[in-house]
């Protein structure tokens, strides 16, 4: 018979999945099965913070899916948009019932990325970011150094892109960029150089810029990054070399 251990390593093997499959492989497979067969586990357990996480883990691989379509140009289907909402409210849902409102934060999170991404509505979507970061904020939380990185990149987005704060958005983008380098995952580490050189290049800092991106460039190049992923990179670091060509001309 399984135990709550047994379904706990279905679990984490699911998420590395889904992060392998994300910004590697992009073959969802794996991750699916792993969580086809965490959801059978869970269902017959009484553990509902097993059942939350099961439910906001098929939530963000609804998420990376969704993603993977805009990547390649495709749109998402507003049935596929409105399935990934459902199942990171009912995983919100799931976490008060087992009174433990403080491990929602993945939760609240993907529900800020359902707004923000699929929807480009901001305004929706920082409610549950700030919800997110003062919950993985706080000093007992036991989020993950991902989860944390990812909600401060969001913010960090919030500042750069819609409330025009460049130096805030520096500010969360570094954080984001610090944490995913504490957690040595090859895979998340481009990607927050990137996001961070876009802020520096806001707040005036084009040539600390160029140097992140050639960073990440290069990072995602021996990570083995999908080639969508390397491109956006190599795409960013030749626009910021461009523009400071012309600005020396």
Not at 5 to 11: K, S
Not at 163 to 180: G, K, M
Request: charged letters at 20%; a negative charge; aromatic letters at 6%.
């Amino acid at each position: 018979m399984s135990t709550e251990h047994d379904i706990r390593d279905l679990l984490a093997a699911a998420d590395e999945a889904i992060a392998e499959a994300g910004f590697r492989t992009g073959d969802f497979g794996q991750a699916r099965e792993l969580l086809e067969a965490a959801r059978a586990e869970a269902a017959a357990s009484a553990d509902l913070s097993v059942q939350a996480r099961v439910l906001e883990l098929q939530g963000m691989l609804a998420h990376y899916q969704n993603i993977s379509k805009l990547m390649s140009g495709e749109a998402v289907p507003p049935d596929d948009v409105a399935a990934e909402e459902r199942l990171f409210r009912q995983a919100i849902a799931c976490w008060q019932r087992a009174g433990l409102d403080s491990g929602s934060a993945q939760s609240l999170f993907g529900l800020g990325l359902v707004f923000q991404v699929l929807h480009s509505d901001w305004a929706a979507a920082m409610p549950y970011y700030w919800q997110a970061l003062g919950l993985v904020s706080d000093p007992s939380a036991s989020a993950s150094q991902h989860l944390r990185s990812e909600v401060h990149r969001h913010i960090g987005f919030y500042f750069l892109v819609e409330a025009c704060q460049p130096t805030e958005a520096v500010r969360h983008l570094q954080i984001s960029l610090d944490l995913r380098e504490e957690a040595a995952d090859e895979r998340m580490i481009p990607s927050g150089l990137q996001a961070l050189a876009e802020a520096e290049i806001e707040a005036g800092n084009r040539e600390l810029a160029i140097d992140l991106l050639s960073r990440a460039v290069a990072r995602a190049r021996e990570a083995h990054l999908l080639p969508a992923r390397i491109q956006a990179a190599e795409s960013a670091l030749a626009a910021a070399q461009e523009a400071g060509q012309q600005d020396q001309g």
